[in-house]
C-alpha cells in the first residue's frame, strides 16, 4: 500500500490565519502581517508532529494527536468570548481556570483513545486530510475572489497620478522646517472632556499655547472613524465619492488603506527634497509604508497578530503577550519621536500613536492599569477615568516630546498634534448605531488639534479648522501652494454595515 501523507496538521495549523484573514480582508491584512505567524506556527506544528512520531511510534496517531492539540487551541479564545462571565446561580463558570481544565480533559481523553486504539487509522487519516484541506482551499478562495474582485478598483494611486509631483526640488537644509504630523488617536476635544468626563484640559492646552502652539478649540473631525479620516487629511480632501468608487454598500477598506500610504501630502513634500519618515503603528495601513523613505520599527505585536492570540489558548497569557508590548510599543514611539530631530535633512515625520484610544495599558502616570480587559471597541470605552487617565499619562509624553523637538530642531519645525476622531463612551457596545443621538456624535466627531507654525504664522488658522484643510493651509503658506479652503463638514458612516453611506452631521456637531 502507498505511503500515506499525513498533512493535516500543517493545514489545520495554517487555517485559522487564512480564516482570518479572509474574514478581515477588506481591511487589508497584510502578507507581511501575516508572515510571523504563519512561519511560527508551521515550525511548531513541525516539531510537535516530529517529537510525537518519535514517542508513538505511529505517524498516523501522531497526526491525529497533534491534530487535535491544534484544533483545541485555535477554539480556545472563540469559546472563551461566548462564556465569559457566565453565571449559574452566583457562581461563575465563564472563566480561564474552568475552560482549560475542559480543554485539558478533551486533548487527554481524545489522546488517550488514539493511542490506544488498534484500529487502523490510514481512512480517518484520510478523512482529516480532505477536511483540513477543503477548510483551506475555502479560505483562499475566498481571499483569490476578493483579489480579483478589486484588481482594478485601486491601481498604485492612480486616481491622485495628476496630482503627485514628479520634478523634485532639492531645498537642502538651511530653511526648510521639519515637519512633524501626529495623530493622537481618539483624543477628545476639551469641550467633550469637560462635559462628559468632568475634566478640564486646560493645563495642557495652556502649555502648548505658550510653546507657540495654535489650539483650534472647535475642531472637528471630517469622518467618524480613523480609515476614512486619515484617508482625507493625508489627501486634503473629502472621500465621500468612495461611495461610487466601491459602492455605498461594501465593507471594503481597501482604497482608504492605500489613499493612507501613498497620499497626497507626502508626495508633495517629496518633489520638494523632504524625506517621509513613517513610524510604525501596529494597526496595519499605518504600520509600515513601502512608500515612505524610512520606517521606524518598535516593539510589539501587529493588529492582526493580537486578534490571532485572542482566538488561541494564549488568551490566559493575554496580559504578558499582548499589555506589555503594546506599552513598550507607544513608550518606544514616544521615545523615538524625540530622536527624529537627528535624520538629516528635511523631513516629514508621520506618526499614528494608537492612544487615548483603547486598550488602556496607561495609568495616569504610566503605571499598568490593573484588571483592564486588551480591548479596542465596544464597551470598553464605558471607562471613562481609564480613558482619562490614559490622556493625562498621553499628555505628558506629548509635552516631553514637543519640548525635545522645539530644543533640538536646528530649523523651527512645524508641529501639527491631531485626532482623528473624539472618544465613544455614550456609544452602545456595537459602537456605531444607524441613528446616533447628537451628544454621541458630539463626543465621537468633535477632536483635539494644535498646530505650531513658526514663525509666529498663527494668523491664518481659525478654531473651526477641520483637518482636511490641514495641509491646505501649510503648504499654501510655506510652499507658495494655491489650494482653495473647503468648508470644513463632517460626515457619520456606520462602521460596521455601511461605512461609505455618508451622513452630514456638521449642523450636529460644530459648536454653538
Known sequence: MKKLLVIHPFLFAIFPILFLISHNIGQMVSFFEALMPTTIILGFTFLLLLSSGMIFKDNKKAGIVVSISLILFFSYGHVFNVIQGWEIGNFVIGRHRYLLLTWGTLFTCSAYFTIKTRRDLHNLTNILNVVALSLV?????????????????????????????????????????????????????????????????????????????????????????????????????????????????????????????????????????????????????????????????????????????????????????????????????????????????????????????????????????????????????????NYLNQLIFVNKKVKIVVDEILSKSDVPPIIILQADHGSASTFPDSNWPDRPTEKMLKEGMRIFNAYYLPPNSNDFLYDSITPVNTFRLVFNYYFDANYELLDDQSYYSNWYKHPYEFINVTDKVKYD
Open 137 to 385: 482551499v475555502i479560505s483562499l478562495i475566498n481571499i483569490g475572489v476578493y483579489e480579483f474582485k478589486t484588481r482594478g478598483i485601486w491601481q498604485d494611486n492612480s486616481r491622485s497620478a495628476e496630482d503627485r509631483e514628479t520634478n523634485t526640488t532639492d531645498l537642502g537644509n538651511a530653511a526648510t522646517p521639519d515637519i512633524y504630523y501626529i495623530i493622537l488617536d481618539g483624543y477628545a476635544s476639551s469641550s467633550t472632556l469637560k462635559e462628559i468626563y468632568d475634566y478640564d484640559n486646560h493645563e495642557f492646552n495652556d502649555y502648548l499655547t505658550e510653546k507657540g502652539f495654535y489650539v483650534a478649540s472647535e475642531s472637528r473631525s471630517n469622518y467618524a472613524f480613523t480609515y476614512l479620516s486619515l484617508a482625507s487629511s493625508l489627501n486634503m480632501e473629502y472621500i465621500n465619492y468612495l461611495s461610487s468608487v466601491v459602492g455605498v454598500d461594501s465593507k471594503d477598506m481597501k482604497v482608504p488603506v492605500q489613499m493612507i500610504k501613498d497620499n497626497k501630502v507626502m508626495n508633495f513634500l517629496k518633489s520638494r527634497g523632504y524625506k517621509s519618515i513613517n513610524f510604525c503603528s501596529g494597526w496595519e495601513p499605518t504600520n509600515r509604508n513601502r512608500y515612505a523613505d524610512l520606517n521606524i520599527m518598535c516593539v510589539g505585536w501587529s493588529e492582526f497578530s493580537m486578534v490571532l492570540i485572542r482566538t488561541t489558548m494564549l488568551r490566559v497569557l493575554e496580559r504578558n503577550l499582548l499589555e506589555d508590548p503594546g506599552r513598550a510599543r507607544v513608550l518606544c514611539i514616544f521615545s523615538k519621536l524625540s530622536e527624529a530631530h537627528r535624520i538629516e535633512g528635511p523631513k516629514f515625520v508621520f506618526s499614528h500613536i494608537l492612544s487615548p484610544h483603547p486598550p488602556y495599558l496607561f495609568g495616569a502616570n504610566g503605571e499598568p492599569v490593573p484588571a483592564t480587559k486588551f480591548e479596542m471597541s465596544g464597551g470598553i470605552w464605558r471607562q471613562k477615568e
